[in-house]
């Protein structure tokens, strides 16, 4: 009975049911994405929002694929139509677009029926991305800081070096401001050595100097670590 009343809209039972295994794969796998995305994200640009994007891209792409289904002149009339799409907001963290190009093709493989491919393909993927995480891949060797200082040392920054050599091994200074008698002076430091507690230490040495009324230690990168 199914079978004749899907003959009768044109549509092939196998079709429908090609198509049901395919968004189905497609939201599956687009949930695996998520979730690694999740797992490895490290700053605080996260957003709640991209991870259901992650999960509709996949199904939706693969929607897309079975509408052309080799036709060229529907592919390039769904171009067209595409193009009416803007995306205002902007991509904070190139690491996403990595997400949003495997959830895409995830939805291409699904799409053309290549669900071995797809799923392979997603795992080695997901263990490369939890692999690179579980080292730290491209976490910089040196870490760099900014030091700001002010106060009124009276003669005393010689002191206030001698202390900053003490643990940095490259340390610059990156602007000095003087007003009357109360100046700030910004450092920017690479590396500190490995001693328990080297910023603490730093800060409580710089805070112990006479006339030192406030010390701050920032760290200037873009995407902060949770």
Known sequence: MLYEILRTFFVEPEQVINLVISICLGIFLGIGIAIVYKYTHRGMNYERSFLTTLVLIAPIV??????????????????????????????????????????????????????????????????????????????????????????????????????????????????????????????????LKNRDNPSQDLLSEIKSLEGVEKVSLLAPQLALPM
Do not use: C
Not at 113 to 135: D, E, K, P, R
Not at 162 to 176: G, L, P, T, V
């Open 62 to 191: 693969t929607m897309v694929m079975y509408f052309i289904q080799g036709d060229l002149v529907i592919s390039l009339g769904l171009v067209g139509s595409l193009s009416i799409i803007r995306f205002r907001t902007p991509i904070k963290d190139t690491r996403d677009m990595v997400f949003l190009f495997w959830s895409i093709a995830v939805g291409l493989g699904a799409g053309t029926y290549n669900w071995t491919v797809s799923i392979v393909a997603s795992i080695l993927v997901a263990l490369a991305m939890v692999f690179l995480f579980m080292i730290k891949y491209g976490t910089p060797l040196h870490a760099e800081f900014v030091l700001v200082v002010s106060g009124n040392l009276d003669g005393r920054s010689k002191d206030l070096e001698r202390i900053i050599k003490k643990y940095a091994e490259n340390a610059q200074i990156r602007s000095h401001d003087v007003q009357d008698t109360h100046w700030e002076v910004i450092f920017e430091l690479k590396f």
